[in-house]
């Protein structure tokens, strides 16, 4: 068993003084002046092998091939190993933050960092003003001039979850119950169809490296349909850090990339996101992909993915087309429209926030661990843990708070 953040009682949070509360910006004016954004450059890459194992290698790295139209995604849903649901720790992205630094290979530099965080954190804060239905949380903090930021999982997420992606068995039986959780086995299915259009666009080779486009590795079941890129397991993943800036703040930010279009440069300028999408059929449902798409955008342009790549599907699960969209095109195609959204006020915010976000934990200690809660429509608050509540040791592991104990040493010596 772990002592982690686990209690989510409030009346441990040590209340603050000022400033610790946020409101949203008003969606319907754009900032005067643009918070500019730098092209972020890739600093170091890693893969996560089917043990789940970090390594500092391109073995999971996928090179894109044109999918089947037509293709069934729910093929080989049986088959698919699914990894188990954790928290968002930053354990392996410090890894490569730390290597890379030590190393003093890369092509950028890699002091005054403000924020070392994983994409999706990013992406929930960047996409903030405009998420009306779902509320998050996230752990951080403050050593040397840096802010370690993670997404806090309440354990009650983590049952959910642990409920939704248990043994089918179990789904299937809460599944008669109610009409709710009639839902869950679908969502679930749902999922697949976007790791299954992963594995129709891609391949374990480069291209022209032969005909065969599964692997020599990992062999392919009988059953394969054209097109097919190898079974899915969830445990594999290829994973691209860089940094960039956002105002005056310099980020560092890990995350998964699909896959590479011809060759693999070192850089991001070949990376591709791949997406999967409802076929659009009429105003409501294009209007609703056109929200989506702010969730697309950032997530791809916050790793300097240039294009994203959707394949719509129908309700069962058939690919019928694809469409390639340039990422930084992205906005202005939206722009009037229906789902409209402006990234010029997720970036402005995103600048606001973070800067209210240091200037609040800074007048704490760095072993202080601080809880940020994002409210739909109404804003975010900070507060301070109670250090009865901040890991000690976690699977056997020592921790200093959101950090493994190892990092904590090495910033810290
Ligand atoms: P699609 O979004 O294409 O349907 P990613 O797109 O980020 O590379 O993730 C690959 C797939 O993982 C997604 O495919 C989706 O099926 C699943 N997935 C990723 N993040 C998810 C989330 N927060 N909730 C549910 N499914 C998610
Ligand atoms: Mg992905
Ligand atoms: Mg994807």
Redesign the pocket.
């Known amino acids: 068993a772990s002592q982690s953040l686990t209690s989510e009682s409030k009346s441990q949070l040590s209340q603050l003084p000022e400033p610790k509360r946020l409101s949203f910006p008003d969606t319907s004016s754009r900032p005067t002046k643009a918070v500019p954004f730098q092209l972020p450059t890739q600093v170091i890459s890693f893969s996560y092998t089917p043990e789940h194992v970090q390594e500092f290698t391109n073995s999971a790295l996928r090179y894109f091939s044109e999918p089947p139209l037509g293709a069934q995604l729910g093929y080989g849903y049986e088959r698919w190993i699914r990894r188990p649901e954790e928290r968002g720790r930053i354990d392996s992205l410090l890894k490569a933050f730390d290597r890379v630094k030590n190393e003093g290979k890369s092509p950028v530099s890699l002091d005054d960092i403000g924020v070392v965080s994983w994409r999706g954190v990013m992406t929930r804060i960047l996409t903030a003003p405009y998420e009306d239905q779902d509320g998050w949380e996230m752990n951080v903090m403050f050593v040397n001039g840096t802010m370690y930021l993670e997404e806090h999982l309440t354990e009650a997420k983590l049952h959910e979850k642990y409920v939704f992606y248990s043994l089918g068995v179990l789904v299937f039986v809460t599944e008669a119950l109610t009409h709710r959780n009639n839902m869950e086995p679908r969502h679930r299915k749902?999922?697949?169809?976007?790791?299954a259009?992963?594995s129709f666009c891609t391949s374990e080779k480069p291209p022209d490296s032969g005909p065969a486009k599964s692997s020599s590795s990992t062999a392919l079941h009988p059953t394969a349909p054209t097109g097919w890129g190898g079974d899915i397991d969830t445990n594999v993943q290829w994973c691209s850090v860089v940094r960039t800036k956002l105002g005056d703040i310099r980020l560092v930010i890990g995350g998964?990339v699909?896959c590479v279009r011809g060759k693999y440069t070192g850089n991001t300028d070949t990376f591709v996101?791949?997406?999967?999408?409802i076929v659009i059929r009429n105003e409501q449902s294009e209007a609703k992909f056109e929200k989506k798409l702010l969730k697309f955008y950032f997530?791809s342009f916050l790793l300097g993915v240039p294009e994203i790549l959707v394949?719509f599907r129908t309700v069962s699960g058939q690919l019928s087309t694809t469409q390639s969209f340039k990422t930084i095109e992205i906005p202005r195609m939206v722009r009037g429209k229906l789902g409209a959204w402006d990234p010029a006020i997720c970036l402005d915010w995103g600048y606001q926030f973070l800067t209210f976000l240091k200037d609040t934990v800074t007048k704490g200690d760095p072993e202080n661990v601080w809880r940020v809660k994002f409210l739909p429509k109404r804003g975010v608050h900070v507060t301070r843990l109670d250090s009865a509540e901040v890991a000690v040791v976690e699977n056997g592991e020592e921790r200093k708070g959101i950090l493994p104990f190892w990092y904590w040493a090495r910033i810290r010596a």
Request: net charge negative; proline share 0%.
């Open positions: 749902f999922m697949y169809y976007g790791y259009f992963e998964e699909d996101e791949l997406k999967t999408s997530q394949g």
